[in-house]
């Protein structure tokens, strides 16, 4: 009975000594950032029909110019804030949330022609824009080496985003505006 008290005892002093060398050492931080976000993986988008969904295409007597336009959904600017608590040298908790403001791409549709002495022109614009919000909760754990100080950080990424789709098409007849579609998608 007296061995298990005395290893009780040490226990407890070794828990004690712990917590205050954890209350001794710890370092709560913050970081405030942003940046521009280039984009990487520049693609051409497909819609559902499997057709391209950003053009530039002009026709006029029957000349035709097309375009694809490329777009990135993660390109823009970013913003973050990183707030985290080291316990001691070697084991820590760290909390990052970023939000991205993505640029907007945009891509245009323009036909003129004549039909029975008609002049029509038709209009159309496709714009794409994304945002993300992302939580970082880590665990991060550190060499504790004095010069050169490696550290991991582990953790899962919780992402939270949207995509926005606005589409305006006008058709005009000899310069008069005979029909508007604006469509707002998010």
């Known amino acids: 009975m007296k061995k298990v008290n005395l290893i009780a005892k040490k226990v407890v002093l070794?828990?004690?000594i712990n917590l205050f060398s954890i209350a001794a050492?710890?370092?709560?931080y913050i970081n405030v950032g942003g940046g521009y976000n280039l984009g990487i993986a520049n693609q051409t988008l497909l819609n559902i029909a499997n057709q391209t969904l950003l053009i530039n295409y002009e026709s006029t007597d029957n000349i035709q110019k097309i375009e694809n336009v490329?777009?990135?959904l993660g390109k823009g600017l970013n913003?973050?804030?990183n707030i985290g608590y080291m316990f001691n040298g070697n084991i820590g908790i760290d909390l990052q949330c970023s939000y991205l403001l993505g640029d907007e791409t945009t891509?245009?549709?323009k036909?003129?022609?004549t039909y029975f002495n008609n002049n029509y022109y038709d209009f159309g614009k496709i714009s794409l824009k994304s945002q993300m919000f992302r939580v970082n909760p880590s665990i991060i754990i550190a060499s504790g080496f004095d010069?050169?100080?490696p550290y991991a950080k582990f953790g899962v990424i919780l992402g939270f985003g949207s995509i926005t789709l606005n589409y305006l098409y006008e058709e005009y007849e000899n310069n008069q505006l005979q029909d508007k579609e604006v469509v707002k998608w998010k």
Do not use: P
């Open 14 to 16: 070794l828990m004690f």
């Open 25 to 28: 050492y710890s370092q709560f």
């Open 70 to 72: 490329k777009t990135s």
């Open 79 to 81: 913003f973050g804030l």
């Open 107 to 109: 891509g245009e549709y």
């Open 111 to 113: 036909y003129n022609y």
């Open 147 to 149: 010069k050169l100080d």
